[in-house]
Nanobody, 122 residues
Framework: QLVESGGGLVQPGGSLRLSCAVS????????IGWFRQAPGKEREGVSC???????YYADSVKGRFTMSRDNAKNTVYLQMNSLKPEDTAVYYC??????????????????WGQGTQVTVSS
């Protein structure tokens, strides 16, 4: 249902764009969230976007990350700028059926992607 891509190794201050391709239903059927999990840490919410609703960001990424939806391609993006070493993690997208985001963390995902590694290091 969900396939992420776009991860990789980048230097501090650099940028990456993650993609999350959604299959099964049209994108507006879902609220989409991005999560990340660093080694030894719990999975944390990064951002959340629902069709016709607002997009929310965790304080740690606000002003640096931008989430967008391309309904024609059924794909969600996470543009990550000014990356820091502490952004290093496996990034996951997740989808919740017919939901609205109320905060930056998708409340109860129905589907998860497989994850993509982002490493920020010099």
């Amino acid at each position: 249902q969900l396939v992420e891509s776009g991860g990789g190794l980048v230097q501090p201050g650099g940028s990456l764009r993650l993609s999350c391709a959604v299959s099964g239903r049209t994108l507006d059927y879902y609220a989409i969230g991005w999560f990340r999990q660093a080694p030894g840490k719990e999975r944390e919410g990064v951002s959340c976007s629902s069709s016709g609703g607002s997009t929310y960001y965790a304080d740690s990424v606000k002003g640096r990350f931008t989430m967008s939806r391309d309904n024609a391609k059924n794909t969600v993006y996470l543009q990550m700028n000014s990356l820091k070493p502490e952004d290093t993690a496996v990034y996951y997208c997740a989808a919740e059926i017919q939901a609205l985001c109320a905060t930056y963390r998708l409340r109860s995902p129905d589907y998860w992607g497989q994850g993509t590694q982002v490493t920020v290091s010099s």
